[in-house]
């Protein structure tokens, strides 16, 4: 069965900190996809990456990188000098080929950035 | 490009009445899935339509089915509403292999009282 564990539930920060969401997913797949998605307030989720499973670089946008480790089953995603409109609740999901790619989601983290 | 639109955005039922919730899906979207969001808890698949045929269904009852027509639009319907049926609906369409992943709707909040 997939998983996906965010276990931070909520995290603040002073504007221009760097800030590290942790995700931890289960998978028995061996091709699947890890994706991160911004709520705001307005209830729209955004999306952010998307990650397949035989690719394990690193990648960077701007304030966003993210670290993709299969050897500990984590798709962390920081904020680099973060700002008051990041704060948002960020939800880490998971596809599986074997399940029709059908993204289940881990419970999401609050993030909430303080000028 | 055009987005997801669900309607309505707000909705009241009344425990044990049936509803249909709407999405109009980017134009070329063959794929459409529905999610249930609680407050405060990531969203849960509902199920998923390709090509007007339901591919993938999460651990809901019977009572939610939907639907999923040629002009890209899709219709979720829940009948005997329960009060834990109260939540954010959410409606993501995509392109099979589009790298991106689903597009999302704003959602339509579902109040049962």
């Known amino acids: 069965a997939q998983k996906v564990t965010q276990a931070q539930t909520e995290i603040s920060v002073v504007e221009k900190e760097d800030v590290t969401l942790d995700c931890v997913y289960e998978t028995r797949d061996t091709t699947y996809y890890l994706f991160w998605y911004k709520q705001p307030p307005s209830g729209e989720l955004v999306f952010l990456i998307r990650?397949?499973?035989?690719?394990?670089q690193n990648e960077i946008s701007g304030r966003y990188s993210w670290n993709f480790q299969k050897s500990t089953s984590s798709f962390n995603f920081t904020i680099t000098a973060s700002q008051v409109v990041d704060s948002a609740v960020y939800f880490c999901a998971l596809s599986e080929r074997g399940n029709n790619n059908d993204m289940r989601f881990g419970a999401g983290t609050r993030l909430t950035v303080k000028p | 490009e055009t987005g997801v639109t669900q309607s309505p955005t707000h909705l009241i039922k009344t425990r044990g009445q049936q509803v249909t919730l709407r999405c109009s899906s980017q134009?070329?979207?063959?794929?459409v899935s529905w999610y249930q969001q609680a407050l405060g808890q990531g969203p849960q698949f509902i199920f998923q339509y390709y090509r007007e045929e339901e591919n993938g269904r999460g651990n809901f009852p019977p009572r939610f089915s939907g639907l999923q027509f040629p002009n890209y639009s899709s219709e979720l319907n829940v009948n005997a509403l329960e009060l834990d049926d109260s939540a954010l609906y959410l409606c993501a369409s995509r392109l099979l292999g589009q790298p991106k992943g689903y597009t999302f709707g704003s959602g339509t909040r579902l109040t049962v009282v």
């Open positions: 134009s070329g979207h063959n794929t």
């Open positions: 990650r397949n499973s035989f690719d394990e």
